[in-house]
């Protein structure tokens, strides 16, 4: 379970990137986190993932208020979530193979196991050709698998992507998405940012959707998606 309360992010003096966020996901939910550019999708989602400290507010993770965590416990909270990073964050001198046996290794799993799962995890993105080539060597579609496969190579409790199917042919994004539905049925709870509405309408799961570092609409997975009269204040 996934808690925030009054979850409020300043980087700056007079702008909030996030205001009195209150938010609730249970083990094992779905959910896409949407809104304009610049709404605070990849703000909550650091929060989460501890790249940023709220300015105000609690959040806890699995009953942890990782808000009150000494930086050193942090890894270890990390080395449970799977995140698929907006820019990647791939290892360029390292190998494809290399980059997703890396959470493993800090997991300090076997050698053997390693390799298992990183062959399993590569074959699933379908880049299990490509293991000895280097993320530089690689299109923008194939560098984004490398990031889901690193991600979700550890079994992660939670799943975190921003913008992961944003490069990606609608055909590869639909791949990518039965992928994390793999998981979420694995028992990942999985949080996704994303503009893309088509995908919102063809996956229908949980919607929260972000205006101005504000919470202005949190659906469950069948309600009607947001209608064209919404789309110009979701300015896409
Ligand atoms: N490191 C930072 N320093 C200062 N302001 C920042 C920083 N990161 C984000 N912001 C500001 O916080 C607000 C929210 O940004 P954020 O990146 O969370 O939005 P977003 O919804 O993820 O946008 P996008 O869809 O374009 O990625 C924006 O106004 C942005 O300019």
New binding site residues.
Partial sequence: MIQLHNVCKS??KD?A?LEEINLKIPKGDFVYIT??????????LKLLYCAEKPSRGQILIDGQNVTRMGLGRIPRLRRRLGIVF?DFKLLNRRTVFENVAFPLEVQGRKRYEVSKKVFHTLKMVGLEHKLQRHPLELSGGEQQRVAVARALVIDPVVLIA??PTGNLDPEVALEIMELFKGANARGSTVLL?T?DREMIRRIPRRVIT?DQ?RLVDDRAPYDTVPGEEEAERWEL
Avoid: F, M, N, V
Wanted: net charge negative; glycine share 20%; aromatic share 4%.
């Fill in positions: 980087y700056q702008s990137a809104g304009a550019s610049g709404a605070g999708k990849s703000t909550l907006q921003d913008e940012a503009h972000l570092g």
